[in-house]
């Protein structure tokens, strides 16, 4: 489902060069839960990032769903990104002046032909899926931070992207929530076949997935 293949990524400036990425050759198969970890600063972020299509690489190539997505233009990646992916972040990035019903509609707002009754039917059943139906017209800031994890699961969900990219998506969270929202995850996978890469600090939410792989210092270790 992705093919990274001799991705580097080097961030300039007048007097300095930074190796984030080198060299990383990764597959990941269809319907996998991935696992990435590793210290901070060692390329787990801007990996995810790539994956995800925010960033590009300085080079190497990126085949998803075996269609290489490295040189197709500014529109046609954020047309690609809108169909196949969902992004789930840390500090869930809900927008506080809509209900969640509302932020869970945004990313089909950018699909063509999807009326505004069809989108509410969506979200509907999206926040059914993450179990927050009865907060469907709260507003984020009335919800407790695995309930607005939730929500962002919901969001990412909507579309249903084929590969799910979570980063440190149970890092703001207590240990209870963080299982909530885990088991959540795992039920994605596991029911609907969705290709998930997490990355995480958390050794026992890592040991939850298929395979772990571990990153340092820009590299592929493991």
Known sequence: MIKLSNIEKIYRTKTIETTALNQINLNIGKGEFVAIMGPSGCGKSTLLNIMGLLDTPTAGSIEID??????????????????????????????????????????????KGISSAERRKRAVKALEKVGLSARSKHYPNQLSGGQR????????????????????????????MGEEVMNLMLHLNKTDGTTIVMVTHDQHMAKKTQRIIHFFDGQQVS
Do not use: C, M, W
Not at 86 to 104: E, K, M, P, R, T
Not at 151 to 162: H, K, L, M, S, T
């Open 66 to 111: 075996e269609q290489t997505v490295t040189a197709l233009s500014r529109k046609s990646l954020a047309a690609f990104r809108n169909l196949k992916l969902g992004f789930v972040f840390q500090s869930y990035h809900l927008i506080n002046d809509l209900s969640v019903i509302d932020n869970v509609e945004l990313p089909l707002l950018y699909r």
């Open 149 to 176: 994890q939730r929500v962002a699961i919901a969001r990412a969900i909507i579309g249903n992207p084929e590969i799910l990219l979570a980063d440190e998506p149970t890092g703001n969270l207590d240990s209870a």
